[in-house]
């Protein structure tokens, strides 16, 4: 059987949103992300929220530098991404988080999320005695 190069390479529309999906967006660069990340709790969030949202995204950025891991570092700027979209778009309040994405955690980050939750928890209560 005789192949002809016309069946071999087909042209595709790279970046078209034909279909169900689409096209995926092109992942920013570590730092511009960052910088976007402030940048939209600075524009978006309340003060209190703000200071969390800061220290919580330079904690994470400053613990994953030495990562090396390709993979990794996709995930990780994948969804610091998508949560940067939400935030700017408003439509992160009231949102529970993916039942799928808490079984995928590890030990170490369903701690953090622990704590991230009890500080939410307590500022929350502290806010409702001034309310009072």
């Known amino acids: 059987m005789k192949l002809s190069l016309c069946f071999l390479a087909n042209p595709t529309a790279v970046g078209s949103t034909k279909g169900l999906k ?10 511009p992300l960052y910088r976007r990340l402030l940048r939209g709790h600075r524009n978006f969030l309340p003060q209190q929220m703000r200071v969390l949202g800061d220290e919580y995204v330079k904690s994470e950025f400053r613990s994953h530098r ?6 990794h570092i996709i995930g990780f700027l994948t969804e610091w991404q998508m949560y940067a979209q939400q935030i700017e778009g408003d439509s992160w309040r009231g949102e529970r988080l ?9 030990d170490q980050q369903l701690g953090q999320l622990y704590e991230l939750m009890q500080v939410i ?3 929350g209560k502290e806010g409702g005695d001034e309310d009072l």
């Open 22 to 31: 689409p096209a995926p967006l092109a992942l920013l660069p570590p730092i």
């Open 66 to 71: 030495e990562v090396e891991n390709p993979m």
């Open 98 to 106: 993916d039942k799928g994405k808490i079984d995928k955690m590890s």
């Open 121 to 123: 928890q307590k500022q």
